[in-house]
């Protein structure tokens, strides 16, 4: 059932957007995906020298800083990728020694486009 969600959603968001036409001999070869990390405690409340943060005080002036966040256990890097490429958080090796359970939306779009 969440395979049909999700590929539904992708053909959703194809079909929606804006066609632009082709002006020249341009190929796109590469896809960027961001991922930006959550703050370490050095870089939060954890370390009182701030010295990862000097203007968390001046900024905290003009706005707001919220501080009572957490983790929901222990956070490592490729557990937590796999979570954001597949949707569902797995302990994992760290050290890329192990390959996710559960299907990425690079799988899913791979499927995707062998019916194009």
């Not at 706005?63 to 302990?91: K, R, W």
């Not at 779009?109 to 194009?116: D, I, S, V, W």
């Amino acid at each position: 059932m969440k395979k049909i969600i999700f590929i539904s959603a992708l053909l959703l968001v194809f079909n929606t957007c804006k066609k632009v036409t082709k002006t020249g001999n341009y190929v796109p070869t590469k896809v960027i995906i961001l991922v930006i990390d959550g703050p370490r405690y050095s870089e939060t409340g954890g370390d009182f020298s701030q010295q990862y943060t000097p203007n968390q005080k001046e900024l905290a002036k003009k706005g707001v800083i919220y501080s009572n966040f957490f983790n929901n256990g222990v956070s490592y890097t490729t557990p937590g990728h796999t979570a954001i490429s597949t949707g569902v958080y797995q302990s994992i090796a760290n050290n890329g020694s192990e390959i996710p359970k559960n299907p990425s939306i690079f799988q899913y779009f791979n499927e995707l486009l062998r019916f194009y």
